[in-house]
């Protein structure tokens, strides 16, 4: 059974706690700047452990040190609150690299 979709609302309500998050579409976007090549990875790593356990996968392109996360729940045709839920955890990994 797929996750319910977001209301407009509810998804701008969302995007007030996710403050480098952007919504374009059906897809929230973040791109993280890592202090390292090394530290991207690891970034990487972290995000696809949390991923794997929610069953709940990001595309995820790397670009050196650029590390950029979308996300949306496809089988829901949008964004649902396992997006929002997998944007808060990227963001707290992504706050142990500062």
Do not use: C, Y
């Not at 059906?26 to 090549?37: C, P």
């Amino acid at each position: 059974m797929s996750a319910p979709l977001l209301t407009e609302s509810e998804l701008a309500e969302a995007l007030t706690g996710l403050p480098d998050w952007t919504s374009d579409g059906d897809v929230l976007t973040r791109t993280v700047q890592a202090t390292s090549f090394l530290t991207g990875i690891e970034l990487v790593r972290e995000v696809a452990a949390a991923a794997e356990a929610a069953n709940h996968h990001p595309d995820i392109d790397i670009r050196w040190r650029k590390v950029t996360f979308a996300l949306s729940t496809h089988d829901s045709g949008g964004l649902t609150a396992l997006d929002v839920d997998l944007a808060r955890q990227i963001d707290g990994f992504a706050a142990k690299l500062s």
